[in-house]
T-cell receptor, first 112, second 110 residues
Framework: NAGVTQTPKFQVLKTGQSMTLQCAQDMNHEYMSWYRQDPGMGLRLIHYSVGAGITDQGEVPNGYNVSRSTTEDFPLRLLSAAPSQTSVYFC???????????FGPGTRLTVL | GQQVMQIPQYQHVQEGEDFTTYCNSSTTLSNIQWYKQRPGGHPVFLIQLVKSGEVKKQKRLTFQFGEAKKNSSLHITATQTTDVGTYFCAGGTSGSRLTFGEGTQLTVNP
């Protein structure tokens, strides 16, 4: 099993550009989520999904969109990048009946 | 909304000394999880506590969940250089969401 994979590992964007961060898992987990990590602020939940076709907002959803068309994939879209979205983004997954979350390696995003 | 606070933010110890990080929630939790993140890495699940007053041990690590289910601690006995990293607590409520604390960054001097 590859676990949770994320692409790209690094990305530099200009203000106003859009892009999609990819996340995939091969563990058949129902629950997937996106977090952003900023220095001194821990991990903050952006969006999450409890299954294909179901998504919901987390603590900091503004400026981000998600969709869940399959169990395996949960892409995060930045609609119009802003410098405040410079961060490290982690995708995570878990089975609904078990709380251990598995994190991907992260995407380090810089918005100029 | 729910807040989870973690102290201290940083801790520097000499190898062999003990280390403790504390986690406090503004609301009663259904469970609390602990994660470790090595420098440049991703968070890795350590343990979950669900019962009031629960204590669990993993080798040199001891995890406690408070009686009121609003606080928790992680204690490492005789730290080693391999313990370096940031330790996060994450509190869960009745839903499926977790709220993470800010983390405690541990450095160990050999």
């Amino acid at each position: 099993n590859a676990g949770v994979t994320q692409t790209p590992k690094f990305q530099v964007l200009k203000t106003g550009q859009s892009m999609t961060l990819q996340c995939a898992q091969d563990m058949n987990h129902e629950y997937m989520s996106w977090y952003r990590q900023d220095p001194g602020m821990g991990l903050r939940l952006i969006h999450y999904s409890v299954g294909a076709g179901i998504t919901d907002q987390g603590e900091v959803p503004n400026g981000y969109n998600v969709s869940r068309s399959t169990t395996e994939d949960f892409p995060l879209r930045l609609l119009s990048a802003a410098p405040s979205q410079t961060s490290v983004y982690f995708c995570a997954s878990r089975a609904l009946n078990y709380n251990e979350q598995f994190f991907g390696p992260g995407t380090r995003l810089t918005v100029l | 909304g729910q807040q989870v606070m973690q102290i201290p933010q940083y801790q520097h110890v000499q190898e062999g000394e003990d280390f403790t990080t504390y986690c406090n929630s503004s609301t009663t939790l259904s469970n609390i999880q602990w994660y470790k993140q090595r420098p440049g890495g991703h968070p890795v699940f350590l343990i979950q506590l669900v019962k009031s007053g629960e204590v669990k041990k993993q080798k040199r690590l001891t995890f406690q969940f408070g009686e009121a289910k609003k606080n928790s601690s992680l204690h490492i006995t005789a730290t080693q250089t391999t313990d370096v990293g940031t330790y996060f607590c994450a509190g869960g409520t009745s839903g499926s969401r977790l709220t993470f604390g800010e983390g405690t960054q541990l450095t160990v001097n050999p």
